[in-house]
């Protein structure tokens, strides 16, 4: 079936560094993979919606230059935290589609971000 | 807007025994419902979903869910639980703008004693 891998899974920096966390579809072409940010026990809060060779669309409060994200082909995104601050700490979940109609779609496993 | 609740943060049922996860959804036109599993260290594992037809759905590991519109409920059953079902479950609906692009549920943490 299809897989989406994550990496890192989890990461510790300092604070004002950057993090990049990866986002592959291991045996599918993404055209559109979601990036989502989960605080502790509680849900997941879509952040941003990313397709490949274009701008990403980013969900209302989220800042798109504190969040960059690439989706140069379509088997790779990437999530990059600018100038990480002790509140970004949190779980970061990407999830894959393979077209943009009513499919299924396909989760990593997610990657940790703690911020020192 | 698009929500989705799940009144139940937490819950605990003993092995065996049957169990009812509550979801309700706002949605202006037909929704697409889903239903997530999180267990640690692994990605979000699709349980079942609604598009369509049947409101009875019946999906992975023995689960469940029945879509009422008149309640705007999509509640997800098993009848007998297991050890292994003991993890994090989500309720999704898919938005506008795409089926993909799903709202989540706060979550019902699933306990299983014994």
């Known amino acids: 079936g299809a897989v989406v891998s994550q990496h890192p899974s989890w990461v510790i920096c300092k604070s004002g560094t950057s993090v990049k966390i990866e986002c592959r579809s291991l045996?599918?072409?993404?055209?559109?993979m979601f990036w989502y940010r989960q605080f502790p026990k509680q849900s997941l809060m879509l952040m941003a919606t990313?397709?490949?060779?274009?701008?990403?669309?980013?969900e209302q409060g989220v800042e798109k230059d504190k969040f960059l994200i690439n989706h140069a082909s379509l088997t790779l995104s990437t999530l990059t935290v600018t100038s990480a601050h002790p509140e970004d700490s949190s779980f970061y979940i990407c999830?894959?589609?393979?077209?943009?109609?009513?499919?299924?779609?396909?989760f990593g496993a997610g990657s940790r971000l703690t911020v020192l | 807007a698009q929500s989705v609740t799940q009144p139940d943060i937490h819950i605990t049922v003993s092995e065996g025994a049957s169990l009812e996860l509550r979801c309700n959804y706002s949605?202006?036109?037909?929704?697409?419902l889903f239903w997530y599993v999180q267990s640690p260290g692994q990605g979000l594992q699709l349980l079942l979903k609604?598009?369509?037809?049947?409101?009875l759905v019946q999906g992975i590991k023995g689960f469940e869910a029945e879509f009422k519109r008149s309640q705007s409920s999509f509640n997800l059953r098993k009848p007998s639980v297991h050890w292994s079902d003991a993890a994090e479950y989500f309720c999704?609906?898919?938005?506008?703008?795409?089926?993909?692009?799903?709202?989540f549920g706060a979550g019902t943490r699933l306990a299983v004693h014994p």
């Open positions: 999830s894959a589609s393979q077209d943009s109609g009513a499919n299924v779609l396909t």
């Open positions: 045996d599918f072409q993404a055209t559109t």
């Open positions: 990313s397709n490949e060779g274009s701008k990403a669309t980013y």
């Open positions: 949605y202006g036109a037909t929704p697409y």
């Open positions: 609604y598009f369509s037809g049947d409101t």
């Open positions: 999704a609906v898919g938005a506008a703008g795409g089926y993909n692009k799903l709202i």
